[in-house]
């Protein structure tokens, strides 16, 4: 059984930063990442990291988000700057070791 946790989610003014974490339990994993679904709309890819480091990102957080991973602590970080209200929607991290995993999800709200 694996499970993830996310935490840092919260409410920031536009061009704020916050970052979340997510720690996952139970094995090591390929791929990591997020994914975001604001109210309404599908769920979108946010940002990607392989268990080597390549990383890709959402046109729409190119340049702003940054996301990193810690193997030894199965934790992955998405430092998110410059922030819109674009960006507001309910976080999710996942990860990927036979098949996928997911954690409950963290709202981030920015405000104008």
């Known amino acids: 059984q694996v499970q993830l946790v996310e935490t840092g989610g919260g409410l920031v003014q536009a061009g704020g930063s916050l970052r979340l974490s997510c720690s996952a339990s139970?094995?090591?994993?390929?791929?990591m990442g997020w994914y975001r679904q604001a109210p309404g709309k599908q769920r979108e890819l946010v940002a990607t990291?392989?268990?080597?480091?390549?990383?890709n990102y959402a046109d729409s957080v190119k340049g702003r988000f940054t996301i990193s991973r810690e193997n030894a602590k199965n934790t992955v970080s998405l430092q998110m700057n410059s922030l819109k209200p674009e960006d507001t929607s309910v976080y999710y991290c996942?990860?990927?070791?036979?098949?996928?995993?997911w954690g409950q999800g963290t709202q981030v709200t920015v405000s104008s």
């Open positions: 990291i392989t268990s080597r480091g390549s990383t």
């Open positions: 139970g094995s090591i994993f390929n791929a």
């Open positions: 996942y990860a990927d070791v036979i098949g996928r995993w």
